[in-house]
């Protein structure tokens, strides 16, 4: 009863907070019968934080439902295939991205949250992948297809759709808005009841749902129960950060929208199935850990500085900035976690590398980038002026270049990408063209006339697994390696993605941390060589535990204290632990 009354109390915070003007009561019972509908149950007491939510074991393969085609089979047949007999014991996560009917932006365009996009499959196959995997979905929040029913509705004027985007006005002063996009944010559109002016944060195709009406939220957890009936596990709220708007603000990050991160996080933590939220904010650090909250937000945000910063170590042969932000970065409070990755359908986002990397060494990133085949996608500032948001590039083309230029360690220097993100504090994600050594689909490009779709391969299946049996293919090489190494990781009690974790002071071109298990009975130094030189380092400089005997688990050389120095070849990792 005393949980119950804290629940609602808490609840009815939020709603003051968020709908001052409306009535709190009214609004609570429609969320409270939308989330949990008749015939589902309510936890007594909500779940407390933990570090129980995810361990070592875990990770997230990042995919298109039709990543994998063959022209005869349901796609998301064939990604269950692909699931079953190649990943796993590898992963044991995957977020399928969009997966609903759509217009375009490849499904952030939602014409209908409720349907599975019938060129995929249906319910039934997403929930046969749900049975066997954790399942990530997209619940994208800020904005819906132009050309959906909710839509065509509101230009209709009916109801309750007549008041579910929001309206912009060209006279506010919308100069201080933060922009993704260089496209105008309003576009005016004919309406039964005359023009109106529509805010598109993205393109004019995804129009933005005004949350400032309490039904909008309210029709979110509908969709949000609905998912969940279905075997959904986490919640990725796309694009959040821009939920809120009020013109003369920035119209990111406002404290509406933390609000309604709080009020999903207090219902998912009263939910009887265990329900992860993963913000996807891709900001600076410090906008981007905001969206913890004082552990009442996200259970998990993406490290979005990663990729790039992995990025420019490779390419550079240094890890000085990406150490130099390691070692600044809190670790997760509890019952949170970081979900780590160097690619993902997007690209990689530039955003979070302000004010770590210098404006010199981002130039020369992208110019290493362009030289490698890719592409730089730009973003409105509020003076007008535009500057580089993403690079959109294949990871693995990416890195056939380092800024010398290419030569003969690609697949080291790639695979040592993947293994910095295994070893670090978090959860370690991976898109499926990362996994499949995909190179840039120029193509693709140029038919679609889209930067994005250079990192969106579709896969002709016969093809790819003729590739993943010869043994001298990219594809083969990869794909083994990584999957050697996850499997390796997912029995290291160290790698927890809450284990503890310490950056270690090394030579500019190593980049190194120690990770203990929350047990503290297994310590794992974590080593990778950024370069292309052999660098050696002597055992007392990593402060091993003399009595203890340390074993590089990923190659097997046994390390002992008085030992000689330890080399690493160009881009070798070593996972130097005491329990191998």
Known sequence: MQTSRLFNARLHELLRAIYPREDSRAVADAIITAFWPEGTQRRRRARAPSNGLWSERDAVLITYGDTIRDGQHKPLDLLQDFLVNHLDGVVNCVHILPFFPFSSDDGFAVTDYRAVNSQLGDWADIERIAARFHLMSDLVLNHVSSQGAWFNAYRQGQAPYDRFFFEGDPADDLSMVVRPRTTPLLQKIETRTGDRHV??????????????????????????????????RILRLDAVAFLWKEPGTPCIHLPQTHAIVQLLRLLCDHAVETIVLLTETNVPRTENLSYFGNRNEAHAVYNFPLPPLILHALQSGSARYLHRWQSAMPPAQLGCAYLNFTASHDGVGMRPAEGVLPAEEKDRVIQTVQAAGGRVSMRALPDGREEPYELNCALFDALRRTFEGEDGHHIDRFLCSQTIVMSLEGIPAFYIHSLLATRNDHEAVERRGMNRAI???????????????????????????MSQRLRLRSRQPAFHPNATQFTL????????????????NQSIFAIHNVSNQPVAVSPS????????????????????????????????????????
């Not at 995804?206 to 279905?230: G, S, T, W, Y």
């Open 199 to 232: 805010w598109c944060t993205f393109s004019h195709d995804q129009v933005d749902l005004n949350f400032a009406n309490p039904e909008v939220l309210v029709e979110m957890l509908r969709i949000i129960r609905l998912h969940i009936d279905k075997g959904v």
């Open 541 to 580: 400089t990593i402060n091993l535990i003399e009595d203890d005997t340390w074993t590089d688990i990923l190659s097997g050389d046994r390390i002992a204290l008085a030992g000689p120095e330890i080399v690493f070849a160009p881009y070798q990792c070593r996972w130097i632990s005491n329990r191998a």
């Open 455 to 481: 990192n969106r391969h579709r896969w002709h299946y016969p093809e790819l697994l003729e590739l993943l049996r010869d043994p001298a293919s990219d594809q083969s090489k990869v794909m083994r390696g």
């Open 505 to 520: 002071t090394l030579d500019e071109r190593l980049f190194g941390v120690w990770r203990q298990s929350l047990d503290r």
